[in-house]
């Protein structure tokens, strides 16, 4: 009996001393957050359509004969000049033919000299025997039959001359092949990849190009917009004509495939003027300067095309969540309670919200940590600058 006793006083002793200690344990209250002040600013968005640069200039080179390739001359991606040689075909043969050509020509020339010979014979004749039939001393048939004689012989003179001709056509052929057994760049430019080495046979009739020369002084950048993003194009730009609007247009910027910027802006030129049945998009066309050759045909990337929010205001990203579509952030109140907000984003730019509707210029917004905040919780704000807030959350890559 005395052992019962002893143990319930020391449980009820063990109970007091544990109601003291919740007694004494502090109860949870408002947690510190940071908070930043809506502003207004004037930013520089960009809507942004893939694209593919070419040269101003592409012209495939193919060989007009056929031949083996006896020589490469230049190198992929080596500049060459309008004329400049490529390649050099195979012209055994050729030769040979236009050397017997040449000896055609000459022949011809032979024929035309003696029938020239002919006609000055048939000629004399004709003199001869004209004053003879004046005076009746012989018939008037020897001087027709010397009459004829005599066109005969200028007749073959033609003949011998339209064979010089259709020699010398010939021999200009013959001699014109040789001459495309050097194959030259149509133009100034960069030359593309070469497919074809020394010993292949080429002609005229190949699918596949000796190489492509590409004049890119300047640069053309390709990209489409689907039908509603030209009809939204077509309504934001000023003029009354599409060329008006292509004129009035800011200049672009293109972003590489390595996510830098091209040093040089460019300008929108041309639209097609309908829209592709197969792709429902239309194509425009955009031109940058490359005097470095730092962009060569065949390059991609995206254009991006500067939206303008000026008197905007913006909000850090990291101030807001998204649920079913929905973005959220928590304004606080004067009381220091937190009130969750539906906003409207107009834009995303640089960790910058572009609010639409929803937050107003001077609101304090909860800046981060906002995952375990509910509606109505009261917390301790600790007002911060939002420009040092996105300084922090760039990326360092």
């Known amino acids: 009996m005395k052992n019962k006793i002893l143990i319930l006083a020391i449980s009820a002793a063990a109970l007091a001393s544990c109601k003291k200690q919740d007694a004494n344990k502090p109860q949870d209250g408002p947690k510190p957050y940071q908070v930043v002040t809506a502003e207004v600013k004037n930013v ?10 070419q040269g101003i200039v592409n012209n495939d080179v193919r060989a007009k004969i056929q031949g083996y390739i006896m020589q490469v001359l230049v190198d992929e991606g080596q ?43 048939a000629q004399v004749e004709v ?21 004829a004689n005599l066109a005969r012989a200028k007749a073959q003179v033609m003949q011998a001359n339209a064979a010089v001709s259709q020699a010398n056509a010939t021999y200009k052929g013959a001699k014109a092949n ?8 149509p133009i100034s430019g960069v030359v593309g990849s070469l497919p074809l080495k020394v010993g ?18 300047e640069v053309y950048a390709y990209f489409s917009m689907n039908e509603k993003e030209y009809l939204d194009f077509l309504e934001k730009s000023y ?7 292509l004129k009035n247009l800011p200049m672009v910027e293109l972003e590489l495939a390595n996510g830098s910027i091209y040093s040089e802006k460019g300008k929108i030129q041309a639209v097609t003027g309908q829209i592709d049945p197969a792709t429902g998009t239309m194509q ?34 990291s101030s807001t969540y998204e649920q079913q579509g929905i973005v959220h952030a928590y304004i606080v109140g004067a009381d220091k ?49 939002m420009d040092s807030l996105i300084e922090t959350i760039k990326p360092l890559f």
Do not use: W
């Open 284 to 317: 425009f066309r955009a031109a940058f300067p490359n005097a470095s050759k730092l962009l060569s045909n065949g390059n991609s990337g995206n254009i991006r095309f500067p939206i303008h929010y000026d008197n905007a205001v913006v909000i850090p990203e």
């Open 200 to 217: 292949s046979l080429v002609g005229p009739s190949d699918q596949i190009p000796l190489t492509t020369v590409s004049d890119t002084r």
């Open 337 to 385: 309670k937190v009130k969750n907000t539906v906003i409207t984003v107009k834009d995303r730019i640089n960790n910058l919200i572009v609010v639409e509707s929803g937050v107003k210029k001077g609101d304090q917004i909860v800046a981060t940590g906002i995952g375990g905040l509910k509606d109505d919780a009261e917390i301790i704000p600790k007002p911060i600058k």
């Open 44 to 53: 520089v968005g960009y809507q942004t359509f893939p694209a593919s640069v």
């Open 239 to 245: 003029g009354s004509t599409v060329p008006e609007k």
């Open 79 to 121: 500049y060459v000049s309008k004329g400049q040689p490529l390649f050099r075909i195979e012209t055994n043969v050729l030769s040979e033919t236009a050397d017997a050509a040449y000896s055609g020509v000459s022949s011809a020339k032979a024929n035309v000299a003696a029938a020239q010979a002919a006609v000055n014979a």
């Open 127 to 147: 003199d001869k025997i004209r004053p003879l039939v004046e005076k009746n001393i012989i018939s008037k048939v020897q001087l027709e039959t010397a009459l």
């Open 178 to 185: 040789v001459d495309y057994s050097v194959v030259r760049a």
